[in-house]
């Protein structure tokens, strides 16, 4: 790991900023992010069929599925920390390292497992139903997966003064609703107009290719998960930009990692 040699430049940054910068990450590293985008959203493409399937039997172009669209929706949400879980540890170690090791970041994965099940299931997927909540959990703590699969704190303290999961979440997030919040919605504004162009375009590349111009079939069953969940994968990199520039605002990081790695720069120096 080296602290002195970050792969992103260590600064604060407007949401903007980070848009741009999401977009220059995944063309930097385009084919590992993509084989992990594919690993974790693949199972859940084919588990949400199979949970669906029968709902998907009355999709015509006569009328809009909200029904089948809800649920695609719900379940996509409930699954997306764990789908893009792979993502978020790649990103993290990358900064640090070259090419990060699989069997490091499987190991870590595993780790983090029990916190990221009770964090990200037991505890949030109840307010997901609540739909009013979602300021709370997008708008209100938004990090809670870089908090659990990076920082590594333990669930309950150990001695006098540990930092736990809970209390560094608390911490990170403490204060700064008022600029998270319009994050939120920024996200929530620009998703939505990615997601209708993506949408779109396979709706008409089918049509030119086919001469299928139907709101129906493939259309709701297969684009439309498809196309959300490559919106997902490209807030997943933005959350994780999000991460690091509340860290320098909230903690100084950037002069932390330079402390540290001239620390670690002194330490390997002969006497």
């Known amino acids: 790991m080296q602290l002195d040699r970050q792969r992103i430049v260590i600064r604060e940054r407007s949401y903007v900023d980070l848009l741009d910068l999401a ?108 739909l009013i909540t979602w300021m709370f959990l997008f708008g209100g703590w938004p990090h809670i997966s870089e908090v659990v699969l990076l920082e590594r704190n333990p669930l309950f303290r150990r001695r006098p003064g540990q930092m736990t999961t809970f209390r560094r979440l608390r911490a990170l997030h403490a204060g700064v609703t008022g600029d998270l919040f319009p994050r939120w919605l920024a996200a929530m504004t620009f998703g939505a107009s990615l997601f209708a162009s993506l949408w779109l375009s396979c709706l008409a590349l089918c049509g030119m290719l086919f001469n299928e111009w139907e709101w129906e079939g493939p259309t709701f069953t297969f684009f439309f998960p498809l196309c959300m969940w490559i919106v997902f994968g490209f807030f997943t990199v933005v959350r994780y930009l999000g991460y690091l520039d509340l860290r320098i605002r909230r903690e100084g990081w950037e002069v932390e990692l330079l402390m540290r790695a001239e620390g670690a720069r002194l330490t390997r120096q002969p006497t």
Do not use: C, W
């Open 23 to 130: 977009l220059r990450v995944i063309r930097a590293y385009a084919a590992p992010l993509v084989g992990l985008f594919l690993l974790g959203v693949v199972p859940a493409l084919i588990l949400n069929a199979y949970l669906l399937y029968g709902l998907d039997a009355d999709i015509n172009e006569a009328y809009i599925p909200f029904k089948y669209i809800f649920y695609m929706l719900m379940l996509a949400l409930m699954e997306a920390p764990l789908a893009t879980a792979p993502l978020t540890l790649f990103l993290g170690h990358s900064l640090f390292m070259d090419k990060p090791r699989a069997g490091y970041l499987v190991k870590e994965f595993f780790l983090s497992l029990p916190q990221m099940l009770l964090f990200q299931g037991v505890l949030r997927i109840p307010l997901l139903f609540m």
